[in-house]
Nanobody, 116 residues
């Protein structure tokens, strides 16, 4: 079965950086676009970034463009989210997502808190 396991979250000061990782298994990783979503406290889940199968095309939410970078390693079956210049409004639970055979699959999420 599809498994997505996120890691790398934590507490960081405004202006700091974090890199999230998502290890994928149970499906042909190179066949699917991978996504990062986030859910801020009290708000709905939102798409943060996407990367296509071979990493040639990426998409970012306006709120993170220029600060976040999504990438993938198709040998390690892992997708990353490099987050720079973090702001308090980036505080959220971050989820890895893969739509496999038209079914959305999610990891358990990793908490990112931006605070002094």
């Amino acid at each position: 079965q599809v498994q997505l396991v996120e890691s790398g979250g934590g507490l960081v000061q405004p202006g700091g950086s974090l890199t999230l990782s998502c290890a994928a298994s149970g499906f042909i990783f190179t066949s699917y676009t991978m996504n990062w979503y986030r859910q801020p406290p009290g708000k709905e889940r939102e798409l943060v970034a996407s990367i296509n199968r071979y990493g040639a095309f990426t998409h970012y939410a306006d709120s993170v463009r220029g600060r976040f970078t999504i990438s993938r390693d198709n040998i390690k079956n892992t997708v990353y989210l490099q987050m720079n210049n973090l702001k308090r409004e980036d505080t959220a639970v971050y989820y890895c997502n893969a739509r496999v055979s038209r079914v959305d699959n999610w990891g358990h999420g990793t908490q990112v808190t931006v605070s002094t």
